[in-house]
């Protein structure tokens, strides 16, 4: 089994705060998604990266691909309650066809 | 959003009894899963098609068998649940693999929450 450890696994923080969360494996990936899944519903993807050292903004969100592509980071600056959820890394390995998730990051933000 | 329907959404069975799960997608992508999610697990992969009778088996597939004889259809069949195959289960599709041509996005059904006792 080829893993994603995420870290950490629980995040409470007060809105303003800003946050990072890890995802790391032993291994390298091809490429490497970040998706939010809020409560009842399935994950929704918020970026896609594929070149070592790559680094991708969405608004207040940032995300890193390692130079190795064996790990990422997701970085929230100034945190809103909206950003409240479950967050995934989730990589593809060469030659494979689905994505191993990793375990998730579960964000709340206090208002 | 994607046209992706699950169903049933929640189903409540006994120990020993088969449950079928079916994922239905109008926008012909090529790529269906099935994942299961647990607390504390994120999302791990049961099995996966890459096109109609193409499948292969995930990380956890023992217990679990799929079919898919139409691009649109993923079945995903319990010969037998146990109560560890209590969960929420997900379909996904895509239309490409992530980092290649496309965007390698997964869309994901709204679950089907099965309780086995």
């Known amino acids: 089994t080829q893993l994603l450890e995420q870290s950490p696994q629980f995040l409470s923080i007060q809105e303003g705060e800003n946050l990072t969360v890890y995802c790391n494996s032993s291994?390298?990936?091809?490429?490497l998604q970040w998706y939010r899944q809020e409560p009842g519903e399935g994950p929704v993807l918020l970026v896609t990266?594929?070149?070592?050292?790559e680094v991708k903004k969405l608004k207040r969100l940032t995300f890193q691909f390692g130079d190795a592509r064996k790990d990422s980071s997701l970085h929230i600056t100034a945190a809103q309650p909206g950003d409240t959820g479950l967050y995934l890394c989730?990589?593809?390995?060469?030659?494979?066809?689905?994505?191993?998730f990793g375990s998730g990051t579960r964000l709340q933000v206090q208002p | 959003d994607a046209g992706i329907t699950q169903s049933p959404r929640h189903k409540v069975t006994e120990t020993g009894t088969p449950v079928t799960l079916r994922c239905h997608q109008t926008?012909?992508?090529?790529?269906m899963y099935w994942y299961r999610q647990d607390p504390g697990h994120g999302l791990r992969l049961i099995h996966y098609?890459?096109?109609?009778?193409?499948?292969d088996k995930g990380e956890v597939s023992d217990g679990y068998s799929v079919s898919r004889s139409k691009t649109e259809d993923f079945l995903l069949t319990l010969e037998s649940a146990t109560s560890s195959q209590t969960s929420v289960y997900f379909c996904?599709?895509?239309?490409?693999?992530?980092?290649?041509?496309?965007?390698?996005?997964?869309?994901f059904g709204e679950g089907s929450r099965l309780t086995v006792l």
């Open positions: 926008e012909n992508h090529r790529y």
């Open positions: 098609s890459y096109g109609v009778k193409d499948t």
């Open positions: 996904a599709i895509s239309e490409s693999l992530a980092g290649g041509p496309g965007t390698g996005e997964l869309f």
């Open positions: 989730a990589g593809l390995h060469t030659g494979r066809r689905a994505l191993t």
């Open positions: 291994s390298v990936f091809s490429s």
């Open positions: 990266v594929v070149t070592g050292g």
